[in-house]
């Protein structure tokens, strides 16, 4: 089956750049016609939806993170990885990787674990 891993730091200083990476096993991120995903869930909070990039490469954001948010992928390491820059403390969030079913349908079938990132100076 499909499994998906997080992984980076888990403490972030404000304005620097949070990074994570996204380890998918049990089947590609160039399958079609599936999305990967990051989604996070601030303390208290709901889940967010934060971007994806398809099968094909081609990305897709949050309107309210775009200008800070920037999605790749590495297909010889079957990885994509999230770029987040200039944190704040409210970025801190559990966050995840899924693998989308479509995209503007919010429905996915497996997620990884989730990680935690604390911004903090």
């Known amino acids: 089956q499909v499994q998906l891993q997080e992984s980076g730091p888990g403490l972030v200083k404000p304005s620097q750049t949070l990074s994570l990476t996204c380890t998918v096993s049990?089947?590609?991120?160039?399958?079609?016609?599936?999305?990967w995903s990051w989604i996070r869930q601030p303390p208290g909070k709901g889940l967010e939806y934060m971007g994806a990039?398809?099968?094909?490469?081609?990305?897709y954001y949050s309107p309210s993170l775009k200008s800070r948010t920037s999605i790749s992928r590495d297909t010889s390491k079957n990885q994509f990885t999230l770029q987040l820059s200039s944190v704040t403390p409210e970025d801190t969030a559990v966050y995840y990787c899924a693998r989308e079913l479509r995209i503007g349908a919010r429905t996915y079938d497996y997620w990884g674990q989730g990680t935690q990132v604390t911004v903090s100076s």
């Open positions: 990039i398809a099968y094909s490469g081609s990305t």
């Open positions: 049990g089947g590609s991120i160039t399958t079609n016609y599936y999305y």
